[in-house]
């Protein structure tokens, strides 16, 4: 119990406080960009998928009424 004694719990918080200081505004401006970053890629992943599927059954509707007008004129 010695050793707990000789521990300056002052000198700890202070450490502790000049740390929170210094990189809370970065930690959070690291949360704050990840978080949109995530936002911003799901929303672009959305439009994709949504453009893709619009394409892809566009081109079947065409391809489809392709095949019925050879069926007809044959």
Known sequence: MAWLKQINVEKYIEMVTNWLTTYSVKIIAALLILVIG?????????????????????????????TDILKYTF
């Open 38 to 66: 995530k936002w911003l890629a799901r929303r672009i992943t959305n439009l994709i998928t949504k453009r893709y599927i619009f394409l892809s059954t566009t081109s079947i509707k065409h391809r489809l009424d392709f």
